[in-house]
């Protein structure tokens, strides 16, 4: 015969499940307890630590953000002084465009001096100081602080400025390693060497360097013009398409044409 359960049975039940629960969270205060205590000795062991790190991060954020709004301040006054120099050069003002572009080329970012000092040294061939002049270029052609463009661009400019009085072997030295086809300077600095190659005699130097000017594409047509004719004089031949050059020659001389008219 099956027995049947007992009126305290459900009672029993009821009380286990009390129970549980109580040691349930008793565990569970005794956990976060545990927590509590093992975060409070951590903070206490490494919160100056961290408090020191947190505050150096902020202060290197806040130096940060001051001095991204720092230089882009001192842009827009580099701007501004570059705008009032290029007014005064259009108004004739040579004096003050210099004034102007000096504090630029002192304390301005690499390529603000560099494109100051180009502006300026611009100036002063215009006036005819071209010594002073040719010593800025050449200052900042062996600047290796400024950017490799304005480097390449002032040692020509330099180069191009003092050619008369610089001793060819000076101009070659100066300008070789830019006198190479494929070099975006090839051209301008290819005519020069190859004008110092024509001051010490050697022809023979001077020749093919022009005849490679003239076949230079990414060469303004003036320059390749001037090359083919300085090639064909020493006897190179820089002739790369005849009809190209013939065609080239009837436009020239329907020009000259039209204009004695």
């Known amino acids: 015969m099956a027995l049947t359960p007992t009126s305290d049975q459900p009672d ?150 003092s050619f008369d009085t610089m001793k060819p072997e000076d101009v070659i030295a100066r300008l070789k390693p830019l006198a190479k086809p494929g070099n975006p300077w090839f051209g301008s600095a290819g005519e020069l060497v190859a004008a110092a190659y024509l001051k010490q005699g050697k022809k023979d130097l001077a020749g093919p360097l022009f005849a490679a000017i003239a076949k230079d594409k990414d060469a303004p047509q003036s320059l390749q013009l001037r090359a083919r004719q300085m090639a064909g004089q020493l006897g190179y031949d820089a002739v790369t398409d005849v009809d190209q050059v013939l065609a080239q020659q009837r436009s020239d001389a329907g020009g000259t044409g039209a204009g004695a008219q």
């Not at 494109?115 to 061939?125: D, N, R």
Request: no cysteine; charged share 25%.
């Open 12 to 161: 029993a039940d009821k009380a286990a499940v009390r129970r549980a629960a109580e040691q349930d969270v008793l565990l569970r205060e005794v956990d976060e307890a545990v927590r509590q205590d093992e975060a409070a000795a951590f903070f206490q062991r490494y919160g100056r630590s961290i408090a020191a790190a947190v505050i150096v991060g902020l202060a290197a954020f806040g130096g940060w953000l001051w001095w991204t709004d720092h230089r882009e301040a001192q842009r827009e006054k580099i701007s501004e002084q570059y705008v009032q120099a290029l007014d005064q050069v259009d108004a004739g003002n040579t004096a003050k465009a210099t004034a102007a572009l000096d504090p630029i080329a002192q304390k301005g970012t690499p390529a603000a001096k560099a494109g100051a000092t180009m502006l300026e040294a611009g100036l002063m061939i215009a006036k005819g100081d071209t010594a002073h002049a040719t010593t800025m270029l050449f200052k900042l052609a062996d600047d290796k602080d400024a950017p490799q463009e304005f480097r390449n661009l002032a040692a020509i400019r330099g180069v191009a400025a």
